[in-house]
T-cell receptor, first 116, second 111 residues
């Protein structure tokens, strides 16, 4: 059983919809991440939270809005997405995100998003 | 900037064959960490191994082994006696601050 759980596993949404992806980690970690994995593209880091504070926003469009209410939960709010946003969205966590810490990042199973 | 190259896009082998997945990285850092992850069709990235830049010892875990050579900036992964369940995309990754992934190698093990 994975220590990082994501819901929903599959989501189909229209371009005018508002939906959210949820992530929960059961590993006692303090850093949480959102990654995007599109077909034929490398994994892209989107956001990083460390101790509930956002530390990285990798030039992500504002139609993606993250929320981290505590160190165990991370949300990705989706609004007026485009078809090219269809991808696998992976949540991950690590002990913390200090520079050069090299902490292992553990991933969830991902949420497959299709925008129609 | 750091860069991770996995030159093999796809590999197919027959069950019980040994297979080596290549990973080459570029960096100017002296302290860094290297990882391998497995991604089965379900999507989850499964952590396999973490190695820091000061530890060049090779590692073996069951049928898996890793060969880290700083002289050639390589961190190759070998599966011995491959099985159908090994079929997945394998990612090599590097970090000195932010985790950077290679483009992945799709391994197909045929029965």
């Amino acid at each position: 059983e994975t220590g990082v759980t994501q819901t929903p596993r599959h989501l189909v949404m229209g371009m005018t919809n508002k939906k959210s992806l949820k992530c929960e980690q059961h590993l006692g970690h303090n850093a949480m991440y959102w990654y995007k994995q599109s077909a034929k593209k490398p994994l892209e880091l989107m956001f990083v939270y460390n101790f509930k504070e956002q530390t990285e926003n990798n030039s992500v469009p504002s139609r993606f809005s993250p929320e981290c209410p505590n160190s165990s939960h991370l949300f990705l709010h989706l609004h007026t997405l485009q078809p090219e946003d269809s991808a696998l969205y992976l949540c991950a966590s690590s002990q913390d995100q200090r520079d050069r810490s090299g902490n292992t990042i553990y991933f969830g199973e991902g949420s497959w998003l299709t925008v129609v | 900037a750091q860069k991770v190259t996995q030159a093999q896009t796809e590999i197919s082998v027959v069950e019980k064959e040994d297979v080596t997945l290549d990973c080459v990285y570029e960096t100017r850092d002296t302290t860094y960490y290297l990882f391998w992850y497995k991604q089965p069709p379900s999507g989850e990235l499964v952590f396999l191994i973490r190695r820091n830049s000061f530890d060049e010892q090779n590692e073996i875990s069951g049928r898996y082994s890793w060969n880290f050579q700083k002289s050639t900036s390589s961190f190759n992964f070998t599966i011995t006696a491959s099985q159908v369940v090994d079929s997945a995309v394998y990612f090599c990754a590097y970090t000195s601050r932010q985790l950077t992934f290679g483009s992945g190698t799709q391994l197909t093990v045929l029965p």
